[in-house]
């Protein structure tokens, strides 16, 4: 049973590599047929290229490797897996466009930033002007951009950061302890320095 198995196997193969599908490259000694080349283990017509890995590119076509190719006018994206419109900036959708960027109504990748809110300058009351984010110290001079004045301390904190009591900043969500020194949510400042644990069903 098992030879004959074996046996119809052969033939079956003989009779696939015979067929039309071998034939329309090669004919029957293992050449390429008139108006034909080879390419690797396969044969080329005329008008396409032979890529470095044998394998034949339509006439205009761009090669991405792998055995795939993308057809006139488009490029090779995502590692050679899909095909997007030619030109550096165009797309068709999102995947087309490197991280950050998106696919516009006009088919091409704009960088997907955030509206920055313009501020107005300052002018102090000596008459300096501050710029855009920054504000007036009462000593002359403005604040870097960004960080504002605790008008109580003079102290200077960036965003993120409040005024401390006393002096200094402290984390906006931080239990502040006076002086820049602050405790986590849910801990509460001891006199002596230092943080511990608020008791349960109590308040801060």
Do not use: H
């Not at 003989?14 to 396969?42: E, H, I, N, V």
């Not at 032979?50 to 761009?62: K, Q």
């Not at 795939?68 to 030109?87: I, L, M």
């Not at 855009?132 to 604040?143: A, F, H, K, T, V």
């Amino acid at each position: 049973m098992l030879c004959v198995l074996r046996f119809f196997l052969i033939s079956l193969l003989l009779t696939m590599l015979s067929g039309p599908a071998s034939a329309q490259f090669q004919d029957r000694y293992g050449q390429c047929r008139a108006g034909q080349f080879k390419c690797g283990s396969t044969c080329c017509s005329g008008g396409q290229r032979c890529s470095f890995d044998g394998n034949c590119i339509p006439l205009g076509g761009t090669y991405c490797g792998g055995g795939r190719t993308c057809g006139p006018f488009e490029r090779c994206v995502a590692g050679g897996t899909r095909c997007a419109p030619a030109g550096q900036n165009k797309c068709r959708s999102r995947l087309d466009c490197p991280g950050g960027s998106i696919c516009n109504a006009r088919g091409e990748c704009e960088r997907n930033t955030p509206d920055i809110l313009e501020l107005p300058s300052l002018t102090c009351d000596d008459g300096r002007i501050c710029g855009s984010g920054s504000s007036c110290l009462p000593g002359g001079g403005c604040s870097r951009p960004g960080w504002y004045l605790c008008e109580k301390t003079g102290s200077q904190c960036r965003q993120g950061f409040k005024c401390s009591k006393n002096q200094g900043c402290v984390p906006v969500k931080a239990v502040d302890c006076g002086y820049g020194k602050w405790c986590k949510p849910g801990e509460q400042c001891l006199p002596e320095g230092g943080c511990e644990k608020l008791p349960a069903a109590s308040d801060p």
